[in-house]
């Protein structure tokens, strides 16, 4: 069965979720958006994954205890599909009255549910990323801002509101650099509901230097763009890649939470270590 964005929850009245229901997680496909940037599964440019972040998880003791913990949760950009936001943020919900063992248990299902969804109908599969934090961990959660030079220093001149992969350009006729850039002035909309999704995004690359006032004007032409977190990470990869040419490059968004979540995707054009999973202010 494919799943469209439209068929899901979002948007529409959400259920009462009094019991643990695995059957609420709700994939998405990635190959469709895909296909838009000529992608095909199996032979992707780049690297990565999407890096959820729960701050609404709870459950009870066999005691009949409530129990609360955030959730770092770690899904290969490889998997076919990925988990529509509202479903999750239900699933996750109907854990609040069921009771658990531990917060092992708790962990455990969460990975094997959420596995099962992102990988539903490929050839083979490996394990998402589960990682609780309780509530006596809570004060090493580090909020930190985006290492990088800032873009929103410029003072430039905005017209686009679409996205614009024109406007992108690059000094070929000089000497290679290497720089991390920022800026905190990404923001889509949701596909399906419209509602804004503000963020911040650090793009690390080497190669022919990219004109600073050009990528800011291209971030910002998202701002009436509609698509999810993960597709606009990687169409702004793309864009850079076919227009900068870079010879290495990554790009990392941080979304503000919606509904309990948060979703940073990160795409690399070389394998490496996925950046800390730390928040910035506004989330």
């Not at 606009?232 to 309990?260: H, N, Q, W």
Request: neutral net charge; hydrophobic residues 35%.
């Amino acid at each position: 069965m494919n799943h469209s964005p439209e068929q899901s929850l979002l948007g529409k009245p959400a259920p009462q979720v009094d019991r643990y229901d695995p059957s609420l997680l709700y994939p998405l496909p990635r190959a469709t958006k895909r296909a838009e940037l000529g992608l095909a599964e199996g032979r992707l440019p780049f690297f990565g994954a999407d890096l959820w972040t729960a701050f609404e998880l709870s459950w009870l003791t066999p005691r009949g205890k409530p129990q609360v913990a955030l959730a770092h949760i770690t899904i290969p950009c490889e998997t076919p599909h990925i988990v529509e936001s509202k479903s999750f943020k239900l699933y996750l919900n109907s854990f609040g009255h069921m009771a658990f063992a531990s917060a092992d248990e708790v962990r455990e299902r969460i990975r094997a549910d959420v596995s099962e969804a992102v990988w539903r109908g490929a050839p083979s599969s490996s394990s998402v990323g589960v990682r609780l934090l309780l509530p006596d961990s809570f004060e090493r959660e580090q909020v930190r801002e985006l290492e990088g030079v800032n873009l929103d220093r410029l003072d430039i001149e905005c017209s686009h509101y679409t996205p614009a992969p024109e406007l992108l350009t690059a000094a070929f006729d000089e000497q290679p650099v290497q720089e991390v850039l920022v800026s905190n002035l990404l923001k889509s909309n949701c596909l399906v509901t419209g509602q804004p999704d503000w963020g911040s995004v650090q793009i690390r690359y080497s190669g022919p230097q990219i004109d600073q006032g050009q990528l800011l004007r291209y971030l910002v032409s998202f701002r009436n763009h509609h698509e999810f977190h993960e597709q606009c990470v990687e169409r702004i990869f793309m864009d850079i890649r076919t227009r900068c040419r870079p010879v290495k490059l990554s790009v990392y968004a941080r979304y503000t939470r919606r509904g309990g979540l948060d979703i940073n995707p990160f795409r690399t054009s070389h394998p490496g270590a996925l950046p800390a999973h730390v928040r910035t202010a506004r989330q």
